[in-house]
């Protein structure tokens, strides 16, 4: 019944290694998104696509690189981690692209760089 | 231009008492607003959202005022309850036009603790 789950929940790696963290809606929704959230719980979107294509991309590194199999799940993979690189990052989905529509969010991936 | 500003940082309110939690934004081309609501170890969820086209909306305790002159929007809480306490974002995105992209800018972040 979950509507936009992540896994892992909580994801804890050493620098300079390889990651990814899984996203899938099963509300059906065109839309989907990447969100970091820092120590200060800042929100930051870092890409979004819809219907597989890539529509926002932020000045993100390219160490991120988001991949998109079919329009219910993205996901997000990250090379060389860093320590900067420690936050939770949140992936999120909407019905249509166009229009203001709730973003409904998952539960969260814990990411700590040690 | 882009930003959201929201203040304060954090609040402390007792049980029954009003929280009121401030945003101002740049961009005139925002054209909605939402309040976002999170608890801890959990992703933010929609409280309530405006269009400028109103000056306020209210949902149950919550209520958002907007004042469009001023570019700021502001969310209160009435009778505040325990289990209110959360992080509040405010957001601001492009509605209409080419420019909408459904990117939310969202304001810092603003931590509420209702005390019993």
């Known amino acids: 019944d979950t509507a936009v789950s992540q896994t892992p929940k909580y994801l804890v790696t050493q620098m300079g290694n390889d990651k990814s963290i899984k996203c899938e809606q099963n509300?059906?929704?065109?839309?989907m998104y990447w969100y970091k959230q820092d120590s200060k719980k800042f929100l930051k979107i870092m890409f979004s696509?819809?219907?597989?294509?890539?529509?926002i991309n932020e000045t993100v590194p390219n160490r991120f690189s988001p991949k998109s199999p079919d329009k219910a799940h993205l996901n997000l993979h990250i090379n060389s981690l860093e320590l900067g690189d420690s936050a939770v990052y949140f992936c999120?989905?909407?019905?249509?692209?166009?229009?203001?529509?709730?973003?409904?969010f998952g539960p969260g991936t814990r990411l700590t760089v040690t | 231009q882009q930003q959201v500003k929201q203040s304060p940082q954090s609040l402390i309110v007792q049980k029954g008492g009003i929280s009121i939690i401030n945003c101002a934004y740049e961009?005139?081309?925002?054209?909605?607003f939402p309040w976002y609501q999170q608890f801890p170890g959990k992703g933010p969820a929609l409280l309530i959202a405006?269009?400028?086209?109103?000056s306020e909306k209210k949902e149950g305790r919550f209520t958002i005022s907007f004042n469009k002159s001023a570019k700021q929007f502001s969310l209160h809480i009435m009778d505040s309850q325990p289990g209110d306490s959360a992080t509040y974002f405010c957001?601001?995105?492009?509605?209409?036009?080419?420019?909408?992209?459904?990117?939310?800018?969202f304001g810092q972040g603003t931590t509420l603790q209702v005390k019993p």
């Open positions: 999120a989905s909407s019905p249509y692209l166009r229009g203001s529509y709730e973003q409904y």
């Open positions: 509300l059906g929704h065109d839309t």
């Open positions: 696509y819809n219907n597989k294509e890539l529509i």
């Open positions: 961009n005139t081309a925002f054209d909605y």
């Open positions: 405006i269009r400028p086209d109103v």
């Open positions: 957001a601001a995105s492009i509605e209409f036009g080419s420019s909408n992209t459904g990117k939310l800018i």
